[in-house]
């Protein structure tokens, strides 16, 4: 059976990669791939310590991480077609305007 | 399974908002560019409903759909306060709307949504729902903050706050599953009686609680996860900022509140600490960088960012480790009572900055505002007033307000913070009165001939002499509304 902690390992280091992939990355699509991730780290540890627990709790919190994170490309995407259409460019570090 | 009448009951003033944003969005398509208007309305009636439902709903306690929801006095108060502040964000967008050519009922059936999910936050009585909520108030507010679709500032204020809203809700998830996995439970009531019999130095615990921690800290615009608020509030149309500014900060206050008390409240003597640092460089970089600020919305940014920070010295003495229950509890109804008189200040000061909207050109820098006095007399008296609130002068509601915050913060012994806290309300006012100077003080430009045109309509005038109102008279008759806050305060352990 595979323990516990390879769950939360796994987990931590999708975390890890989508962290810096958001602080790192200036491709406004890879930036929106990489919160994708993060939350799916979450999603495993959820379902990890739900297993675990034998509580079905964590599961159904995953549930609706999953609906949230579709719901949120979606949204993402859409602010990402309407920026393009005027800049034609996903780099984040052409959107200038706004700066002190 | 059915559902029980009660639990639908517990819900309903969040079932009527959602209700009606949907209603409004449906009509949106069949309805004349002339008559959007009205569908605005149809949102003005669902809040009144829900004032009605959530007034009756106050003095109980029920908690609904298996211990997700709970409502009590303390969410019926940011409720109402909520109601309020949407109700005068929908009076003023009418205007504002108006004035910018953009005739979107979208606009409101968002702004029902972002108000859903500002309630759900209040009313959560498990992480589940405080996520749900936060995620369906921001989605909507990222939408709202791009809605000038032609204009590449609206644009660029959506695309950051998305970023690093949605990246900040990643780290907040991530916390709670490690919560869970710690506790076993994601209820905040299981929560706190796990963490009771546990030692407070369990790594993965505080771990978890600097996820939550920095989380919520996005949301408020707390320092150092304040980058995204000048941008955004600059970037976005201005009747999105003032609701931006007042009603997601007092639902994630709300919420914040409730979790850090309710549910890791056995860690007090850990987050106690972290809030104070938090407190201080909130309050330090917020009056300071606003000093250099040319734009006013953006000055209204840092000075939001700054409110934050005054509004957590009510959290830190909440959390005081030693002091008595009845002193906690006045830190806890300050940040409620600062946040209902931060919120008619705030909303009075971009409702004017919106009135002085001239055409095609945003009334925006503060130089715009150079010898206001002479040529707009009411405009320049009632920013005037808002400005001596927001700098916490009497007999002004914010006067009030920081009284009582700091009442607390001396009572609990942090005499240092609330005297830190004074200097920077005296730094706060140099930039605040600069603005009532350069309306006052100075003359009109002698190139700007005739008078500016005024955005005013009958909406904004309603929304202007509420929020003067609330103003002035939470400053000469604070009673009620501090008896409201005592009443409504959560049960502190």
């Not at chain 1, 791939?33 to 739900?50: D, G, K, P, Q, R």
């Not at chain 2, 517990?10 to 969005?25: H, N, R, S």
């Not at chain 2, 229950?325 to 900055?353: D, H, K, N, P, W």
């Not at chain 2, 605040?432 to 045109?453: F, H, I, K, W």
Request: with cysteine; charged share 10%.
């Amino acid at each position: 059976m595979i323990p516990l902690s390879a769950y939360v390992a796994v987990s931590a280091i999708l975390f890890a990669t989508g962290l810096i992939g958001v602080l790192v990355r200036r491709n406004f699509i890879i930036v929106l791939m990489s919160v994708e991730i993060m939350l799916n780290a979450a999603n495993i540890n959820l379902v990890a310590f739900s297993h675990y627990l034998e509580s079905m709790a964590g599961q159904i919190v995953a549930l609706f991480v999953i609906a949230i994170a579709a719901g949120e490309a979606a949204v993402g995407l859409a602010i990402i077609i309407v920026v393009f259409r005027g800049k034609l460019s996903t780099n984040v570090d052409e959107m200038n305007l706004l700066k002190w | 399974m059915t559902l029980p009448l009660t639990d639908i009951l517990a819900i309903l003033p969040e079932l009527i908002v959602v209700g009606a944003a949907c209603l409004i969005l449906v009509l949106d398509p069949i309805t004349s560019a002339a008559r959007k208007e009205w569908l605005a309305w149809i949102g003005l009636g669902a809040l009144a409903a829900c004032v009605g439902v959530t007034v009756s709903q106050m003095g109980v306690t029920v908690m609904a759909f298996s211990d997700l929801v709970i409502v009590d006095p303390y969410a019926g108060f940011w409720k109402l306060l909520l109601y309020v502040v949407s109700g005068l964000t929908i009076l003023l967008s009418l205007a504002y709307l108006k004035e910018e050519a953009m005739h979107l009922a979208e606009y409101y059936g968002f702004l029902l949504l972002s108000l859903a999910g500002m309630m759900v936050m209040v009313s959560a009585a498990d992480l589940l729902t405080i996520y749900l909520g936060t995620e369906l108030m921001s989605l909507s507010l990222y939408i709202l903050a791009g809605i000038k679709r032609t204009e590449g500032r609206s644009l660029e204020a959506s695309a950051k706050y998305f970023v690093l809203g949605a990246f900040s809700s990643g780290i907040l998830l991530y916390g709670i599953s490690l919560l869970f996995g710690i506790t076993g439970s994601t209820k905040l009531s299981a929560i706190a009686s796990a963490i009771h019999g546990r030692s407070l130095d369990d790594p993965l615990l505080l771990l978890a609680m600097i996820l939550l921690v920095v989380g919520f800290g996005f949301k408020i615009a707390a320092v150092p996860f304040h980058m995204w608020t000048p941008d955004v509030y600059e970037g976005s149309p201005t009747s999105v900022t003032a609701f931006m500014a007042v009603a997601s900060k007092a639902a994630s206050f709300g919420a914040f509140m409730r979790v850090f008390l309710e549910g890791l409240g056995g860690l007090k003597a850990n987050w106690h600490g972290l809030f104070l640092i938090v407190c201080i460089a909130t309050l330090v970089l917020g009056n300071v960088v606003a000093i250099v600020q040319t734009n006013i919305k953006r000055m209204l940014a840092y000075s939001s960012i700054a409110h934050a920070g005054y509004a957590l010295i009510g959290v830190v003495v909440a959390g005081h480790a030693t002091a008595s229950i009845e002193i906690r509890s006045l830190g806890l109804s300050s940040v409620m009572l600062y946040l209902a008189i931060y919120a008619f200040m705030t909303l009075g000061a971009f409702a004017v900055v919106a009135l002085l909207r001239k055409g095609g050109v945003e009334g925006e820098d503060i130089e715009d505002y150079t010898g206001l006095a002479k040529r707009q007399p009411v405009a320049a008296f009632l920013m005037l007033v808002f400005m001596v609130s927001l700098a916490g002068i009497p007999p002004t509601a914010g006067f009030i307000g920081k009284f009582y915050l700091f009442m607390g913060a001396v009572r609990a012994g942090l005499t240092w913070l609330a005297v830190v806290a004074l200097l920077l309300a005296a730094v706060s006012a140099y930039y605040y009165l600069r603005v009532v100077m350069v309306m006052y003080m100075r003359e009109p430009d002698a190139s700007v001939t005739g008078q500016p045109r005024l955005a005013a309509s009958p909406a904004l005038a309603i929304v202007l002499a509420c929020a003067l109102a609330g103003v002035v008279l939470c400053g000469l008759y604070p009673n009620p509304l501090v008896a409201l806050t005592q009443q409504a305060i959560l049960a502190l352990k």
